[in-house]
DNA sequence: TTGAAAGCGCTAACAT
DNA sequence: ATGTTAGCGCTTTCAA
């Protein structure tokens, strides 16, 4: 392995003016450059990063924290948050949790470690709160925080916009003549259903539609509880759900069809997540889009500028089938 | 940031003898270990992995390399050489070449700057030859390759059984009666595509039926190719494509249908890599699974025991609606 | 069983 | 514009 120290010797010059001709310092004159970099071709040289990591007290490495890798959201937040990362000269070490507590404890440990440049993190549902992450990373790593956060910790958050999106999918519902519109609301442990019922819920009241408990329809965010519901939202006079997953809907979509009703014309569906089946099933199912990809963006956006505000990533509703009387 | 010299000083005892207890050594007395463990704990220790890397001269980090990591084959892949490399206390350094040349031969440098202790590597279809793998990684990189091989490179390599796969799907689309089957072959610069091929072709040639070139459609890896080629193949008097990928299988069924072709009374399609959508669609697709958590855990396998022999991994062909008659 | 000493390759403050 | 110097924190001979 060649090392600026025998570029320096080949060219009868010190190891302080190669490392700074190769890291681009402008103390430098044009012509040792120019020589410099031709030596260094010639030989083959290349930056022993541990090295240079050592010396500078930190690593270019940026860890990534998630609970699944292969979940399609979070492998597109991965790679929105690379592609921007690399440009910069980062490189992204990749860490799930499984969504255990003791696994993103670990991985905080080893991303600590590395030293490593700074962390985005979506924490795992079995991280019920955020002590060990600031315990882990101290002051020196900035963290930047996306989809699931806890609002207590210091650094940038890449949220969703869910309260907009919620809203407008329903007011979507409202404009396609749909009369009482339901909602399957997921879990409420979690910030990003929260939101959107509370989105469902104002878009109703905006209009002085009702928007009572009894046709809410909680803890549903697989096809077997968004079958059940579905049946349900029937029973209660619905027809129409905005559903805060795919899945959810996509049991609802199955047991109402069951039944016999038709889909739109009887019964509306929208979803969220915008999941890759929803546009190949028929009828096709409507859905309130993330944005994955931007929010990798924007969440490796706020590490190199050392941003921390929230960042809202809006979500689009995207217009298919299972909610248009038009088509 | 504790080091070990300052454990030392707290002991009044050198560097040395820390280190050598903290890694390990049975070069260090019982009682002394014991007050060092205690003293590095009381201070959170964490040892520097900068530093004890450059002394080492490697790092604990092994580098995957895959054309796109949201491709759900990949993910799962990196998910399953994760599980392993984890344990044995490596780190997973991603890097994404999005099947370009360039992004490849970036990503191997990267990898190499950082002396990762080895690379797995599933490589971009514009790589069209190993040159540059060998020259990037050297002698001294560990390789193992997976899915897309390049068979005159050294190292392990863990592939699917793509040979006995595409004869199963085609043998399948014979079995459910249809007459002329042809196939969306995908990029002959891949082994693995290659050998689709040939087990499609010799499916057909072991009952004597014709497997010419006019109903081989190369190139077609993406829904927008796979449509095209399937009017061509609907032209060339096909009934059945056996597609080697979901995605341009999926065109293939689009612009069928939209042309009036009833799928699968008129037409059969089997896809390659049963990607999730394969099952939710209408028609659901039939598809040839790859294994790919299985073949990620091979692969870091093979990387951790230093083998360097071929792995078969087997495929399992999904029968779904789109070559299903009964149905 | 422990210590002393050297150095991995690079960078940066300080000098010239 | 370049050189001098010192050291990042760790591991590992070699010596005691």
Chains 1, 2 share one sequence.
Not at 78 to 104: K, M, P, W
Request: charged content about 20%; aromatic content about 6%; some cysteine.
């Amino acid at each position: 392995m060649v090392t600026i120290t025998q570029i320096a010797a080949a060219l009868g010059i010190t190891p302080s003016t190669v490392s700074r001709a190769l890291s681009g310092s402008p103390r430098v004159k044009e012509e040792t450059r120019l020589a410099i970099e031709q030596k260094a071709a010639e030989l083959g040289y290349e930056r022993n990063i541990m090295a240079s990591n050592l010396r500078k007290g930190r690593s270019d490495i940026v860890g990534v924290v998630v609970p699944r890798i292969h979940r399609e959201f979070f492998s597109n937040v991965i790679s929105g948050a690379e592609s921007l990362l690399n440009e910069a000269g980062y490189s992204v070490l990749i860490c799930q949790t499984h969504e255990r507590f003791e696994d993103e404890v670990k991985a905080l440990r080893t991303l600590r470690n590395n030293r490593v440049a700074g962390v985005l993190l979506s924490h795992a549902i079995g991280s019920s709160d955020s002590a060990h992450i600031r315990d882990i990373l101290g002051r020196d790593i900035p963290l930047v925080q996306f989809d699931r956060v806890f609002s207590d910790l210091p650094g940038a958050k890449v949220v969703s916009n869910n309260f907009q999106g919620a809203y407008e999918a329903t007011a979507h519902l409202v404009a396609q003549g749909y009369r009482r519109i339901g909602t399957l609301a997921g879990y409420m442990s979690s910030e990003a259903y929260e939101q959107r019922l509370v989105g469902w819920r104002q878009a109703l009241l905006d209009i002085g539609r009702s928007a009572g408990e009894e046709i809410v329809f909680y803890d549903t965010i697989v096809p077997e509880t968004g079958r059940e519901a579905a049946m349900k939202a029937l029973s209660a006079g619905c027809d129409a759900l905005y559903c805060a997953g795919d899945f959810s809907a996509l049991g609802a979509i199955e047991a109402l069809r069951s039944c016999g009703v038709r889909i739109p014309q009887d019964f509306g569906i929208v979803g969220t997540a915008n999941e890759s089946f929803t546009a190949l099933m028929t009828p096709s199912m409507s859905s309130l889009a993330l944005n994955p990809y931007e929010m990798g963006r924007r969440a490796a956006e706020a590490f190199l500028n050392g941003d921390d505000g929230t960042i809202v990533v809006p979500m689009e509703l995207k217009i298919r089938e299972s909610s248009n009387h038009s088509l």
